[in-house]
């Protein structure tokens, strides 16, 4: 299970004196117990994998934000943080298999324009499951039905 897997890592990095890892590693932790809590029952792989799809995405918009404010040290710590953990999603898949993905979906459900891009995405995201980006599926999608 991912849970147990990502408190094994918290623990063999407390024992290492590892700070910065354990610091990313709670964090992803927070944000499961904040689930469970609000949805009032265990949460599954899946879910931790939109959880932690989520966290990568807040971290990845950080580092934007902040390159753009021209703050480099808060740069590299997030960049450090995204590297710890992107470890705990499944490999993500290349921008050729995911474009290889939409187009058997949208072939699949013959969309055509713009106005299907809603059902397209549903299905890709469902077929992916946190392998892939929702913003390169958009990017993707967007492409192809033009």
Same mark, same amino acid.
């Given at each position: 299970?991912?849970?147990?897997k990502?408190?094994? =890592?918290?623990? %063999?990095?407390?024992?290492?004196?590892?700070?910065?890892?354990?610091?990313?590693? %709670?964090?992803?932790?927070?944000?499961?117990?904040l689930?469970?809590?609000?949805?009032?029952?265990?949460?599954?792989? !899946? !879910?931790?994998?939109?959880?932690?799809?989520?966290? $990568? @995405? &807040?971290? @990845?918009?950080? /580092?934007? &934000?902040?390159?753009?404010?021209?703050?480099?040290?808060?740069?590299?710590?997030?960049?450090?943080?995204?590297?710890?953990?992107?470890?705990?999603?499944?490999?993500q898949?290349?921008? /050729?298999?995911? =474009?290889?993905i939409? /187009? !058997?979906i949208?072939?699949?459900?013959g969309?055509?324009?713009m106005?299907?891009?809603? @059902?397209?995405i549903?299905? $890709?995201?469902?077929?992916?499951?946190?392998?892939?980006?929702?913003?390169?599926?958009? !990017? /993707?999608? %967007? @492409?192809?039905?033009?």
């Amino acid at each position: 299970m991912l849970l147990q897997k990502i408190k094994e =890592e918290l623990t %063999r990095c407390m024992k290492q004196g590892n700070k910065e890892n354990v610091l990313a590693i %709670r964090n992803i932790l927070e944000k499961i117990k904040l689930e469970e809590v609000n949805n009032k029952k265990e949460i599954g792989d !899946d !879910d931790i994998i939109k959880i932690v799809s989520k966290y $990568v @995405k &807040q971290l @990845k918009d950080s /580092i934007s &934000q902040f390159k753009a404010g021209g703050r480099n040290d808060l740069v590299e710590k997030e960049h450090n943080e995204l590297k710890i953990v992107e470890k705990f999603l499944p490999k993500q898949l290349s921008y /050729i298999e995911i =474009e290889k993905i939409v /187009i !058997d979906i949208i072939k699949s459900i013959g969309a055509t324009n713009m106005s299907d891009m809603g @059902k397209v995405i549903k299905n $890709v995201m469902d077929k992916t499951k946190g392998t892939a980006d929702g913003k390169t599926i958009s !990017d /993707i999608i %967007r @492409k192809l039905l033009i």
